[in-house]
């Protein structure tokens, strides 16, 4: 049996922290409904402003549910906090004593605060994902992704994304076959990449030049139009644009026109019965099979499915 804690930072998000005990409760109820001996041994350890007596002890998964900021400012100052502290300190002993980690969304930053993620590749909550590449420069963030499973390390990305975690930690432990029963029992559907969640007005919005090239493709949506006419358009030298749009948004200028582009092609594909071949032409593509290659790579769905059911 995985001896497992579950280190719950100060004001940490409960629907995260409920999520965990929830899919590892799941996971032992199936294993046992199969005639076998239930996999994990769950207890909590908090991290408060005081100092406590729990200790993460001798567990060999440690899984820190996110930690429930709702701004960069925010972020940094929990890191700072007392509660912070002696929790990337019990992190980095556990790991030292070979425990395996998985943390999600805000509290990806917490281990790589510690220097636990450096030269291993990771992802994090996508409207963190700037913010993350600019303070931890020696991780490889992978931010499209819901789950990087960088073993004994395991990240994930937004909220939600702990229930994608989870799957990815049972499958670990117990195997695949376990983990999709849990998913099944739980109605989960597998979500490999982050990306159309993701909202680039939120991202753009950051940096107000940034955020008057979204304008300003928005408003030349329907033809073509090259990265320099972008970057001049703002004011800015194609690599300064370049570089403003990856430190602002994660993502290159092309695919930044790109995401504005798929997303107003969602948009209308949901609120209009326009056909694809004509939307397509509306955000710019003059060959359709363009757009539908980019909706299917991006969401892993056809156009189709984002009609409206009838």
């Not at 509660?83 to 509290?107: H, I, P």
């Not at 990806?108 to 590749?121: I, M, N, Q, S």
Request: glycine content about 6%; aromatic content about 6%; hydrophobic content about 45%.
């Amino acid at each position: 049996m995985v001896k497992v804690v579950v280190l719950e930072v100060e004001a940490c998000m409960a629907s995260s922290a409920a999520i965990t005990h929830d899919v590892m409760a799941t996971a032992n109820r199936v294993s046992e409904a199969s005639k076998r001996a239930p996999v994990f041994d769950v207890r909590t350890v908090r991290c408060g402003p005081r100092r406590s007596k729990d200790e993460i002890g001798d567990a060999g998964l440690i899984i820190v549910p996110g930690l429930g900021t709702a701004s960069a400012d925010e972020l940094d100052d929990k890191l700072k906090s007392p509660a912070c502290r002696r929790a990337g300190d019990m992190l980095v002993e556990a790991f030292s004593n070979g425990a395996t980690l998985a943390a999600s969304c805000a509290s990806t930053f917490l281990l790589a605060e510690v220097g636990l993620l450096d030269g291993r590749r990771a992802t994090t909550t996508w409207w963190l994902a700037p913010v993350f590449q600019r303070r931890y420069p020696h991780v490889e963030l992978v931010s499209d992704q819901m789950v990087v499973a960088d073993w004994p390390i395991a990240t994930g990305g937004a909220a939600m994304a702990q229930m994608d975690l989870m799957l990815a930690v049972v499958g670990h432990f117990a195997g695949s076959g376990l983990a999709q029963a849990c998913a099944n029992y739980l109605l989960l559907d597998e979500r490999r990449s982050q990306a159309p969640f993701m909202a680039i007005t939120y991202l753009a919005g950051q940096d107000p030049k940034i955020a008057k090239a979204e304008r300003w493709v928005r408003d030349n949506i329907a033809r073509d139009f090259g990265m320099e006419e972008l970057a001049n358009a703002v004011a800015m030298a194609p690599r300064t644009f370049a570089r403003r749009t990856a430190l602002t948004c994660g993502v290159s200028p092309i695919q930044f026109v790109q995401r504005i582009r798929i997303e107003t092609a969602r948009y209308l594909l949901e609120t209009t019965r326009l056909s694809v071949d004509e939307i397509a032409r509306q955000v710019g593509y003059a060959e359709p099979s363009t757009l539908r290659r980019l909706i299917r790579r991006d969401t892993k769905h056809s156009p189709g499915h984002f009609r409206p059911a009838a």
